[in-house]
Structure formats: C-alpha cells, structure tokens
C-alpha cells in the first residue's frame, strides 16, 4: 500500500520497460551534521562518548573515588588481557558456554514448541491459560535454591534455569504470533484446497516467524543470566563461578573484566542473531527506527 | 455451470440474526462473465464466500458442473479485495502457490509462474516482495496467482475497488483480454455501475439487506469491446440509466431498515 520506490506502469503492455524493484532510488540529500540520519556523526559521537566516560573513570581513580572499589578501565584492560592468557578462563567459559548453549536449545525449543501445539489446539490453551500466567508470574530467581536441591549441584541445575527464563518468552511470543496470523491469508491457501497441514506449515509458520525470531533473540542474554545465577550460588566451575571468586575476595578488577568478556561474548551473540534474523525476515519492510539503529 | 437455488444464509453469532442472504437464486452458463451489483452490505460478498467454500449456506444448494459443492474446491478461485500476498514470499513465490500447494515441482511451477507473470507485463519483479510493490502490480499477482491453477469458476470481490481509476481501467482491460483467451466462467462483484456493465455478460442487481436478486440484464455489447470507450455506446448508457434507477431505491431502502 505505502511502497512509492516502483511506481505502477499505467500501461499493460507486456514488453514495456520496467525497472527493477530498489533500482531507481532518488539520491538523498546529505543530512545535517547533528541529525540522527548522519551515519558518520553519531559513530564519531559514540566513540566520544565512550571516550569521555573512560577518561572520566581513568583520571577519578583515587581522586574522586577509591581505586580498590572501582577498579580503573586500564587495569581492567590488563586483566583482560591476562584472562584471555589463561587456560582455566577457557575451561570457565566452556562451561558456562555448554551450560548456555543447552539451556536456551532445551528452553527455546520446548517454548516454541508448546506454543505452536497451544496455538493449533485452543481448547488446552485456554485451559492452561491461568496456570501458565502464574508460572510466569513466580520470580523464577526465586526458585533458584530449590532448583539445587531438585537437580544437583552439576550442570543441570543451572541448564534448567536458563532454560525456564528462555522457556516463558519464546512459548508466549510464539502463541500470539501464530494467534495473530491473518484468517485471509490461510483462507487464501484453503481456497486453494490446501491441507490443514499445508496451512499450518506455509501461512502460519512463516507469518509467525517474525514473533518467534524476536522471542529467540530477546530471550537469548536470559539463558546465560539463569546460568551465571545458578553458578553463583553452587559451583566450583564456569563464569558465574569465577566471577564470584573475585568478587568474593575484593578482586573488583577481576570481576569488572569477567563483565566485560560477558558483555562481549553477549554482542557477539546477537550480533548473529540480528543477522540471522535479517536475512529470514529480509520480506520485512525495514522501518525508518530500524534503518536508524543501524547505522 | 454454476447453479445457486434457494440459497439463505444466517448470521447467528452476534446479539441479533442477520440474514445476509434470502432466497437467491441464479443460474450461470460456462464460460460467461457475470457482475454482480448492490448497495454495500447486501450480501454480495457473503454469497462469494459460500459459493468458494468456505462457509455453507444456511440453506439451499449451490452446485458447480451438476455436483453440490462441499468446503472449497479447485474448480473455483476467489479472488479478494484485498490482495492478500504473503509478504514473506516473493512475487515468482506467491504466483505459484496454488502448483506448490498441489505438488507441482519446482522447475515446472517457476515455468508457468514466469509465464503468467510476463503475461501481466510484471517480469523483471520476479523476486520482489510484495511491499516493494505498488498496489496495481500486487493486484495483478493476485489475479494471476488464481489464474494460474486455472479453476472453472473464478470468483472476483471488487478486485479493483481500492485502486486509482487508471490502474482500474487497465487492470480492467488486461482481464479482459486474458478472459477472452480463456472463458472461464466468472462472477464479479462490484459497486461500480460502470464496470459491472463494461465487464460483464450478466449483470445482477441485488437488494439490500437481506439480500435478494432484484434484476439480471444482458449487456448486448459485442466482444472484444474497448473499454477505454466503452461509454459511449447507446447500449451502454440505455443499460446504465436502467440500473442507475433501480440502485438508489435499494439504497433507500437499506437506510430505512438499517
């Protein structure tokens, strides 16, 4: 309805020239230097901005505020550095890394999974309506010290709630994508004599897709704060472990720079993701908000 | 071909019944074009519906070919007001849903989609989505994504009402010319007098709600007909006013019962 970029041809002539979709756009006009359509203005302001902040910190220490509580973004570079160095850091983040890996595969696919057999058969989902909304409503940080008791001390205690912090935002994302699938367009393949799976599989899904990939990447941060909790209260292995080692023992250096490799692995994380999404969901228009973010 | 005998149809759902549809009875030959005109909210649409299948008449028989239909079919084709394209397809993709739906393989389905899609003069867009197209260009493909299973019967709700007069008029003008290569039969829903008639072999008139047929016409202008001039033949004007005449007593008489 809103596309202007190919103009309709007034004329029906098969042969007439028409122009590929995206080729002809007008050439914009360059915008203003403070605009947030200024690509180039607001990296360099972002880089400023960082560079203030750390500057900032660097030359406050232990003269604004003590050094020992806040550590300085140098010496948190050097223990990067040194973590990096450190084969027991590796050992650390494979653990936490499986731990993740597992909890999100186990917490979104039983999400997506559910929601998708709660959408195709409303009776249950009605049913079950009340006790998923108060499931969902219990802190599931609160339950993290029973979770020890119920699974152990090893891995799976802390697979599982990951998994229950992934699990809730997948399975509601995916029912109300599927419950929000236009009637027009699965009447469109019924018309065509489509089977009920054929629906299912060609309109439904696809149409939820957008919901369920955004479940998949907003849920995905969840899955390691559930992991690095359940390492925080009983572990002897992993990041959640380690960073509570140093901040145990007034290390504020050690566990700033455990932070930031956590930060870091995160965006890398959906870093993919957003481009996993970007080339499943590349039918969607982009919005202007989205175009802007990413510059 | 296609025979509709005593068909009521009843909403029930809502705090009052509506009868969208009572009594209607209309019975089309192979091969011809009917338009099929009334005020807004006399069951034209409703009565689309029931003959595509995908809800029954309340009561009464509709039957394709001699045979009573049952839940949709692949004789018949509807194609919307809406063009309802998935989004997440691209042009080539949409066109050729209905062979990918009926297993047709994919070499041969992207054969016959291009064919369509060229006959329509959209080559060139074939792996556009649907949102980089206009809406003229999105009405085509949804056209021809009907076209392309070739049903029997192809049922048409306003396929036109949300477009420019001039796309309208071309669009017009290419269904047309591909009709007139294919003579399916075909029944067209429309609020627009003047294309009911350009259109059409039949036209009916119905009442408005509930909705009854009020007149059946023959529009006695020779084929291939030039719908760009279309108005200004005697047949086309005599035919106009006729209806022209009938359709606001309907419309009266809607806003009383309304």
């Known amino acids: ?295 | 071909m296609l025979q509709i005998e005593a068909v009521r149809k009843e909403f029930t759902g809502g705090a009052v019944p509506v009868v969208a549809l009572a009594a209607v009875d209309l019975a089309i030959e192979r091969g011809e074009f009917v338009t099929l005109v009334g005020p807004s909210g006399c069951g034209k649409s409703s009565l689309l519906t029931l003959i595509s299948g995908l809800s029954a008449p309340s009561s009464g028989h509709i039957r394709i070919a001699g045979r009573n239909i049952a839940g949709t079919d692949r004789d018949v084709g509807f194609i919307t007001q809406q063009d309802n394209l998935f989004p997440w397809r691209t042009l080539v993709d949409n066109v050729a849903l209905s062979l990918e739906l009926a297993g047709v393989p994919a070499a041969a389905r992207r054969r016959e989609a291009d064919r369509w899609i060229k006959r329509v003069g959209l080559d060139g867009f074939e792996q556009a989505y649907p949102h980089q197209l206009s809406g003229g260009m999105r009405q085509r493909a949804n056209i021809i994504r009907t076209l392309i299973y070739e049903p029997s019967v192809i049922l048409m709700d306003e396929p036109f009402g949300p477009l420019d007069a001039q796309t309208r008029l071309s669009l017009q003008a290419l269904l047309l010319s591909i009709w007139e290569s294919q003579r399916s039969t075909v029944l067209f829903v429309t609020h627009d007098l003047t294309e009911a008639i350009a259109l059409a072999d039949w036209v009916v008139l119905m009442s408005a709600r509930p909705g009854r047929i009020v007149r059946v016409d023959r529009v006695d202008i020779p084929r291939p007909r030039d719908i760009f001039h279309i108005h200004d033949l005697p047949e086309f004007r005599r035919l106009y006013d006729a209806l022209w005449r009938d359709l606001p007593a309907q419309v009266d008489d809607f806003r009383r019962h309304a």
Do not use: H
């Open chain 1, 1 to 295: 309805m809103t596309s202007v970029d190919t103009p309709d041809q007034p004329t029906i002539a098969a042969g007439a020239p028409v122009a590929p979709p995206r080729a002809a756009r007008a050439p914009r006009a360059p915008a203003p230097w403070f605009s947030p359509e200024n690509g180039a203005s607001v990296q360099l302001s972002r880089i400023l901005f960082a560079l203030m902040f750390l500057a900032a910190w660097e030359f406050g220490a232990d003269r604004l505020f003590d050094s020992f509580f806040f550590s300085t973004p140098l010496r948190i570079l050097a223990q990067v550095a040194r973590e990096l160095l450190d084969p027991g850091f590796y050992r650390d983040l494979g653990v936490t890394a499986l731990e993740m890996g597992v909890g999100f595969t186990v917490g979104a696919g039983s999400g997506i999974g559910l929601g998708v057999l709660l959408a195709r058969w409303e009776y249950v989902a009605k049913v079950l309506d009340p006790f998923l909304l108060a499931l969902y409503s219990i802190p599931r940080i609160a339950l993290a010290p029973m979770l020890i008791v119920w699974f152990g001390i090893g891995y799976s205690s802390k697979i599982f709630l990951g998994a229950t912090l992934v699990f809730f935002i997948t399975f509601f994302n995916t029912l109300s994508g599927i419950r929000s699938v236009d009637k027009a367009l699965c009447d469109v393949a019924r018309v065509m004599k489509a089977t009920e799976w054929q629906v299912f599989r060609k309109v439904m899904l696809p149409s939820a897709s957008s919901w369920i990939l955004t479940s998949v990447k907003i849920s995905l941060p969840f899955a390691l704060v559930g992991v690095i909790l359940g390492e925080f209260l009983v572990s002897s292995q992993g990041l959640g472990y380690r960073l509570n080692r140093y901040s145990t023992s007034y290390n504020i250096t050690g566990a700033l720079a455990i932070v930031f490799l956590m930060m870091t692995i995160m965006l890398m994380l959906t870093a993919i993701t957003n481009a996993v999404e970007a080339r499943v969901l590349r039918w969607r228009p982009q919005s202007s908000a989205e175009r802007v973010a990413q510059t």
